[in-house]
């Protein structure tokens, strides 16, 4: 299996995110990958998965880093 690393999450994401797992009776880890294998199986039924959108943000390159400094 792949290991994934998601960097700058925001913390209230991350809140969020821990609440619906524990709502779920699950961990956090478990909660991701369901969500994943979700969204992945969407996309392959008849290629009409949700469009992942790029929420960039201003003065920061695709890692986060801030530009030209």
């Known amino acids: ?11 209230e ?15 956090l880890q478990a909660y991701l990958l369901e969500l994943i294998a979700r ?3 969407q996309a392959d039924h008849g290629g009409h998965g949700r469009a992942v959108q ?8 695709r890692r986060g880093r801030r530009k030209g400094g």
């Open 39 to 41: 969204e992945t199986q």
């Open 1 to 11: 299996m792949t290991v994934l690393t998601l960097r700058d999450v925001p913390e």
């Open 54 to 61: 790029h929420r960039g943000r201003a003065g920061r390159d």
């Open 13 to 27: 994401q991350v809140h969020v995110l821990k609440a619906r797992a524990a709502q779920a009776g699950t961990s």
